[in-house]
């Protein structure tokens, strides 16, 4: 299967990413 | 069986499709209720930017691969909005439960996540169909047909007028939030990824120099990290 590297911390969701935290 | 690039574009096709046909064309009853719950409700500029970018893409993909296939192009469009409401909710869950909160008012009226989640739906959608590929890539299922090559990505950046850098943002909370994505959509956007950090995001006019700038100018580029972190 493809592993995909998921390189987010659980600290860093969408609303972090768009500064909406 | 063994698997051959028709096989899994057909997996692609058939998972995707039994996914985005038994889901409606508006927002579910729990993605309406992330919307009034927001201070500022963004229901009306969501559905009006869907219409804008309906006629938008429809016209580009028409154009593209041509003009009998602005049909086509709404139909991509359709299941896009479908799978972009999906994954949506999906992603506002998935805050709801990190953050405990249930307010999301900054980020369901932020323009540019609304674009660039639309944007990744779609590319899977296209993707997903052999549309979208890459010129260089392993996987072009178009051979020498210019129709699917004339939408691979980066296409859907200039429909959209998105930057590479916000469309970045989106891609690994994209897969987080719909597991079920084929092993070859996921490389597909996997290959985005990479196209982007290695080239597309440091073309002229980027965000990315004037985040970096802003960077430097609040001295963040002082601080020396423990190499622990």
């Known amino acids: 299967s493809h592993d995909y590297h998921f390189g987010l911390e659980d600290h860093e969701g969408i609303s972090e990413l768009f500064d909406c935290d | 069986p ?10 692609s096709i058939q998972q995707l499709r039994s996914d985005l ?42 154009q593209a691969v041509g003009p009998r296939c602005i049909v086509l192009g709404k139909q991509r469009f359709t299941l896009g909005v479908r799978l972009y409401y999906i994954v949506m909710e999906a992603m506002l869950k998935s805050e709801e439960k990190r953050l405990s909160v249930q307010n999301f008012s900054k980020l369901l009226n932020d323009s540019t996540f609304h674009t660039s989640l639309l ?11 052999g549309e979208s590929c890459f010129k260089a ?5 178009g051979g020498g047909d210019s129709a699917a090559t004339d939408v691979c990505f980066p296409w859907i950046l200039d ?5 590479a ?7 690994e909370s994209f897969i987080k939030a719909y597991p079920t994505l084929s092993k070859d959509i996921v490389k597909h956007l996997e290959t985005c990824e ?9 073309r002229t006019g980027s965000p990315l120099f004037e985040l970096l700038k802003q960077e430097h100018d609040s001295g963040a580029a002082e601080q020396v990290e423990t190499p622990a972190s």
């Open chain 2, 2 to 11: 063994p698997q051959t690039p028709i096989r899994a574009a057909m997996t």
């Open chain 2, 21 to 62: 046909l038994s889901t409606g064309d508006q927002p579910s009853t729990n993605l309406y209720s992330y919307f009034e719950n927001c201070t500022v409700d963004p229901t009306q500029d969501v559905l009006k930017r869907l219409e804008t970018f309906d006629q938008e893409f429809s016209q580009s993909f028409g």
């Open chain 2, 119 to 129: 944007a990744c739906a779609l590319e899977v959608v296209m993707a997903a169909y």
């Open chain 2, 137 to 141: 890539g392993g996987y072009n299922h």
């Open chain 2, 159 to 163: 429909v959209f007028n998105l930057a």
């Open chain 2, 165 to 171: 850098f916000d469309f970045y943002k989106v891609i």
């Open chain 2, 194 to 202: 990479n196209l982007i950090m290695e080239r597309i995001a440091w």
